[in-house]
């Protein structure tokens, strides 16, 4: 089993706000999570950022969540796979908390079964 094909949490279908920084780059962008996971998340976007592009989320569940991130997969005109690098301890307790209230009201749906 190849590692990059394994991701180390479930993925959910669940839309959550998210603003996106890039270092020098022009206002933020807001969107949405496609799908989420502590570990990463796909943003549907039509203009997608270059593979191995630094973001910087905002990603809005009860609090903010601050998140150093990186660009993994790149969908022309459909959206970007991002990988989550840094977050605080707290932020990242919060997300895993999101993500398994989500996972057991049954309103998010795995993503990418298989």
Known sequence: MPDHDRRDSPRLKV?????IEVEGGPAPIRGA???LSAG?????T????????????KLRLENTILIVATVVTHDPQVG??????KM???DRE?????LEAQAQSGDS??????
């Open 33 to 35: 999570t496609a799908d």
């Open 80 to 85: 970007n796979g991002i990988r989550f690098d």
């Open 15 to 19: 839309r959550v706000p998210v603003e």
């Open 40 to 44: 990463g998340c796909y943003i549907e």
């Open 109 to 114: 749906k795995p993503a990418g079964a298989g």
């Open 46 to 57: 039509m203009f997608p950022f270059p593979i191995g592009t630094i973001l910087d989320l």
């Open 94 to 98: 919060e997300l895993e908390k999101f």
């Open 88 to 90: 605080l301890p707290e």
